[in-house]
């Protein structure tokens, strides 16, 4: 308990509030479909919704859907509204579990927006990378307990909050999940490299981090990257059923036994924030690195073939 509580006290004081997959839809409708659905996540988007909460304080739980079109990419000012969002679940009385997932079709999130790091300068890269410590200690480290509802792509930093969660569910599809930094040129964070050992084992991730891997649902499945699949459309029941039978344990137990799992893995970037950002700042700077990051950007940029 006491190291969760430390965390937010650092958390206050440094006031940080501040292709892999070609998705290709299997018919002309899909994609229509689809293209509408996203338009409509995208003009929300100009209006600033980057994200619906729906609380259900009878139940005790509530569902967080990530809306910030096209593809629910992290940049700073998305990380700080989560953050003050999961800072506001920390202290609700009422709602003892979150549903995380997304609004947005086949994405669950993109990860990383990657012009957070692309020609990166000093002052916002810091910003950007302090946010998503952030983001990381405050759902990592939740005394709440956090249900992932997985209901797209989820690559990098995406990947990321689904393992900072307490379970896991993936829609089934032609969905891929997974670090997959390596592809980028980048080396995964040691904090996401230990969240994923883990969710998974040392074995697992060894090859998964090295390899950039992106798993499909089933393979993600097969070593527990998530913990069910689910058909899309009973995605969100099934969140709700697991997340029922998690509420009705009891909760300082419960609470401690997570704290006492997690501890560790905390303690280790909470000691060393600002050399991390420093790290992530130099080395997101290279030349290298930033040659990486353009070519990449490119690839993604690339028109997409039609699977007509
Ligand atoms: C010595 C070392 C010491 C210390 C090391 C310290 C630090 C390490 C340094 C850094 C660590 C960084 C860790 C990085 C984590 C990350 O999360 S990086 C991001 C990884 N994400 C991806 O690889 C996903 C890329 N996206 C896709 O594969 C696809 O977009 C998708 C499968 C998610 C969705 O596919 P589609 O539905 O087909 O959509 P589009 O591809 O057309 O995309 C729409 C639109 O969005 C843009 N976009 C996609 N992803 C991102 C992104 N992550 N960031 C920014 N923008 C993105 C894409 O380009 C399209 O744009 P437009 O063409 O429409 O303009």
């Given at each position: 308990m006491s190291i969760i509580k430390s965390a937010f006290r650092v958390l206050r004081f440094g006031s940080a509030k501040n292709q892999l997959f070609s998705l290709e839809s299997k018919t002309c409708r899909a994609f229509s479909v689809c293209n509408k659905l996203r338009q409509d996540a995208s003009d929300a988007n100009a209006s600033k919704i980057n994200f619906y909460v729906d609380e259900n304080k009878e139940k005790g739980y509530a569902i967080l859907k990530l809306n910030k079109g096209p593809v629910n990419s992290l940049n700073l000012e998305f990380l700080t509204e989560l953050n003050i969002q999961l800072e506001k679940f920390e202290e609700s009385k009422e709602i003892k579990g979150v549903i995380l997932t997304s609004s947005i079709p086949n994405i669950f999130s993109a990860g990383l927006d990657i012009m957070e790091m692309y020609q990166i300068k000093q002052d916002r890269g810091s910003q950007f990378w302090t946010a998503l410590q952030e983001t990381w200690i405050k759902l990592y480290g939740s005394n709440?307990?956090?249900?992932?509802?997985?209901?797209?792509?989820?690559?990098?930093?995406?990947?990321?909050?689904?393992?900072?969660?307490?379970?896991?569910?993936?829609?089934?599809?032609?969905?891929?999940?997974?670090?997959?930094?390596?592809?980028?040129?980048?080396?995964?964070?040691?904090?996401?490299?230990?969240?994923?050992?883990?969710?998974?084992?040392?074995?697992?991730?060894?090859?998964?981090?090295?390899?950039?891997?992106?798993?499909?649902?089933?393979?993600?499945?097969?070593?527990?990257?998530?913990?069910?699949?689910?058909?899309?459309?009973?995605?969100?029941?099934?969140?709700?059923?697991?997340?029922?039978?998690?509420?009705?344990?009891?909760?300082?137990?419960?609470?401690?036994?997570?704290?006492?799992?997690?501890?560790?893995?905390?303690?280790?970037?909470?000691?060393?924030?600002?050399?991390?950002?420093?790290?992530?700042?130099?080395?997101?700077?290279?030349?290298?690195?930033?040659?990486?990051?353009?070519?990449?950007?490119?690839?993604?940029k690339k028109p997409k073939k039609s699977s007509a």
């Open positions: 709440k307990i956090y249900i992932a509802a997985i209901n797209g792509h989820s690559p990098a930093g995406g990947c990321l909050l689904s393992i900072s969660c307490d379970y896991r569910i993936m829609s089934k599809g032609p969905y891929k999940i997974g670090l997959n930094e390596t592809l980028l040129g980048i080396k995964a964070p040691f904090w996401f490299r230990d969240t994923m050992i883990n969710t998974i084992g040392y074995r697992e991730t060894e090859k998964a981090l090295q390899l950039g891997k992106l798993y499909s649902s089933e393979e993600a499945l097969a070593v527990n990257l998530v913990d069910e699949l689910a058909d899309s459309k009973d995605l969100i029941t099934k969140a709700e059923e697991q997340m029922s039978k998690w509420c009705a344990i009891p909760t300082v137990a419960r609470e401690l036994t997570k704290s006492s799992m997690r501890r560790d893995t905390l303690s280790k970037l909470i000691a060393q924030r600002e050399a991390d950002t420093q790290s992530f700042i130099e080395f997101t700077q290279r030349d290298s690195i930033q040659k990486s990051l353009r070519m990449y950007l490119e690839s993604l």
